[in-house]
C-alpha cells in the first residue's frame, strides 16, 4: 500500500502468532517508529482482539502507527512477516521436541503467504527456528534470501551481555558473536570477538582482572547456550530480549541497513556445508539475506559449526 500524498511505500510489519513473543515484539516495534502499519494475526481471535486493544490504548504515548487485526490477504503488501505462531517450549523440553509440532503449522502459514503473492521477507522465530526456516523456505518456494530465521541474534545479545558484565565494559563497545544453531549446539565464535576492536586474548592481559581466562570463557559460553532454559524455568518464556532482537532484524530489512546479523539463513557452498539454514553472519536489507560473510573462523569453530550442522540435518530428515 503506498502513501496516498507522498507515494512512499508504507512500512507494513504482519506479526502471525500474538502470544507473548509476538505482542511484545508488536510493543517494541512500535516504540521504535520503524512502522506504519502493524497488523496481528493469531487463530486465537480473542486473544488479537484483547492484544490490538491493549497496544492502541498505548498510541498517545508513542510515535504514530496503525495496529490492527488482518487476516491472511494482509501478506500482500506487507515488507516483513514475522512468525512467531506455534507452541512455545515447556520446562525440560528441548527445542527439537517442538520440531513436529510447529512444522506443519509454519509449512502452512508460509504457503499462504506464498499464496498472496507477498514481496517482502519472511522471517521465521518459532522453535527450533533453524528447521522451521528451512520448512517455511522449501514451502514457499522463494529465494532463499527472502526467507530467514531469527537465528542466533538473541544469543549473541546474550553473549555481549555477559561479557559486558565480566569485563566491566559497555555493552556497545562488546562485539561478539554466537553462530550455529540456535539451540544446544550454538557455540562462540571467539575469533570474531574483540572488545573495542582489540581481539579478546589480546584485550585479556590488557585488562588483566581476571586469573583463569579459559576457565571463564567455557563458563561463559556455557550461560549462553543455558540462558533460554534459565528463564523458562523461571517464568515459562521469553519475550523482551527476543522482541528487541526482532526490532533490529526487522529495522535492517525496512530501512534496508546492509546490517551485518546473525540470522537464520540458507547455505549453498559458504563454510563448506549447503543445504541447511543456519546462524552464520549475513548482510540483511530490504531484499532480506544479501549476502553471507564467510568470516576467517578458525578449525575449533568450523568444527562446532559442522557439529550443528549434522545435528540440524537430523531432524529435517526426521520430517
Ligand atoms: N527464535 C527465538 O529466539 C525465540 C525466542 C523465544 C521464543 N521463540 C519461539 O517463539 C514461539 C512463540 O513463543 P510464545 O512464547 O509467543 O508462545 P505463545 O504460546 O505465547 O504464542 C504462540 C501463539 O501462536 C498462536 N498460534 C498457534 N498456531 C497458530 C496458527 N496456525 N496460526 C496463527 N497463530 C497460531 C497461538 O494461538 C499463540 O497465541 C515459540 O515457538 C517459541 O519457542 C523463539
Not at 502459514?109 to 514481496?119: F, H
Not at 573495542?196 to 585479556?204: M, P, S, T, V
Request: aromatic share 6%.
Amino acid at each position: 500500500m503506498k502513501n496516498y500524498k507522498t507515494g512512499e511505500k508504507r512500512r507494513k510489519v504482519v506479526i502471525v502468532g500474538a502470544g507473548a513473543v509476538g505482542a511484545t515484539f508488536c510493543y517494541a516495534l512500535a516504540q521504535s517508529g520503524l512502522a506504519d502499519e502493524i497488523v496481528l494475526l493469531d487463530r486465537n481471535e480473542d486473544l488479537v482482539s484483547g492484544q490490538v486493544l491493549d497496544l492502541g490504548h498505548g498510541q498517545p504515548f508513542f510515535h504514530t502507527v496503525i495496529i490492527r487485526s488482518g487476516n491472511i490477504t494482509d501478506y500482500s503488501d506487507a515488507q516483513v512477516v514475522v512468525v512467531t505462531a506455534g507452541a512455545a517450549q515447556r520446562p525440560g523440553e528441548s527445542r527439537l521436541d517442538l520440531l513436529r509440532k510447529n512444522a506443519a503449522i509454519i509449512g502452512q502459514i508460509a504457503e499462504d503467504i506464498a499464496n498472496q503473492k507477498c514481496q517482502g521477507v519472511m522471517l521465521i522465530v518459532s522453535n527450533p527456528v533453524d528447521i522451521l526456516t528451512y520448512v517455511a523456505l522449501k514451502r514457499s518456494g522463494w529465494p532463499k534470501g527472502r526467507v530467514i530465521g531469527s537465528g542466533t541474534v538473541l544469543d549473541s545479545s546474550r553473549f555481549r551481555y555477559l561479557l559486558s558484565k565480566h569485563c566491566g565494559i559497555d555493552i556497545h563497545n562488546v562485539h561478539a558473536y554466537i553462530l550455529g544453531e540456535h539451540g544446544d549446539s550454538e557455540f562462540a565464535a571467539w575469533s570474531m570477538t574483540n572488545i573495542a576492536g582489540i581481539k579478546i586474548d589480546e584485550y585479556c592481559p590488557v585488562c588483566g582482572k581476571c586469573s583463569d581466562w579459559k576457565y571463564q570463557r567455557k563458563l561463559i559460553e556455557q550461560q549462553v547456550r543455558e540462558s533460554a532454559y534459565h528463564i523458562i524455568n523461571y517464568k515459562g518464556s521469553t519475550q523482551f530480549a527476543v522482541g528487541l532482537a526482532l526490532v533490529k532484524i526487522t529495522g535492517a530489512i525496512l530501512r534496508s541497513q546492509n546490517s551485518v546479523l546473525t540470522v537464520s539463513a540458507f547455505v549453498e557452498g559458504e563454510f563448506e556445508i549447503s543445504d541447511v539454514c543456519i546462524s552464520v553472519p549475513c548482510v540483511l536489507s530490504d531484499m532480506g539475506v544479501t549476502r553471507i560473510i564467510e568470516s576467517p573462523l578458525v578449525p575449533e569453530e568450523l568444527n562446532s559449526l559442522t557439529g550443528s550442522v549434522s545435528i540440524l540435518r537430523k531432524s529435517i530428515e526426521t520430517l
